[in-house]
């Protein structure tokens, strides 16, 4: 009985060990970024990672043909594979044309979906930002301080799935997956 217990306590020190990691936030250069600002937080994001996310995007979308099931943002789900490959094509147009603008955004503003400006690429950030926050790819800002030099991940299991939560070493939550992908406020795909 004892060994049991010991090995029960064993396995839930390690399970408590691994339900949260710390992420040390990677140097960057700030002169081709943007930012995203929430609640309490600035997020800025090099315009590159951005970039690469659109590039790649592109091929996945044609691969499967427009499918909104590639996102896991709920705006996406009750788009048909027309509308998402209008929307996509909107956003790489604006993304071509805009790329060198300072661009800034802020979930506090109301945005459109179909928004013919900055806005219109807010969703596709929505999708990216927990990515590159895991790997430590965004810089971090608490408003009014000076930047994070590292914060932690920890993981909530919603009906089934699993979504991060980032939150700096102080409590505060940075970003939350689970407000962005939750499929039960949004149609069944």
């Known amino acids: 009985m004892k060994k049991l217990m010991s090995l029960c306590l064993g396995v839930l020190c390690f399970s408590a060990a691994h339900a ?26 090099q315009k590159s990672d951005v970039d690469d996310y659109l590039k ?32 996509y094509n909107l956003v790489n147009k604006f993304w071509n044309t805009s790329r060198s603008n300072m661009l800034a955004y802020d979930v506090a503003r109301f945005t459109l979906f179909w928004a013919e400006d900055e806005g219109i690429l807010m969703p596709y950030l929505d999708e990216i930002i927990p990515d590159l926050l895991q790997y430590g790819r965004i810089k971090v800002t608490e408003k009014g301080k000076l930047p994070a030099q590292k914060y932690q991940i920890f993981y909530e299991d919603i009906d089934g799935k699993t979504f991060r939560i980032y939150k700096s070493t102080t409590g505060k939550v940075i970003w939350k997956e689970s407000e962005f992908f939750m499929e039960q406020f949004s149609a069944k795909r």
Do not use: M
């Open 20 to 45: 949260q990691r710390e992420i040390k936030v990677e140097p960057q250069e700030t002169a081709d970024t943007l930012t995203y600002t929430t609640r309490t937080f600035v997020l800025t994001i």
């Open 56 to 87: 790649t995007l592109d091929t996945v979308l044609k691969e499967k043909k427009y499918d909104h099931g590639v996102y896991r943002n709920i705006q996406f789900s009750p788009l048909k594979p027309q509308d998402v490959r209008t929307h």
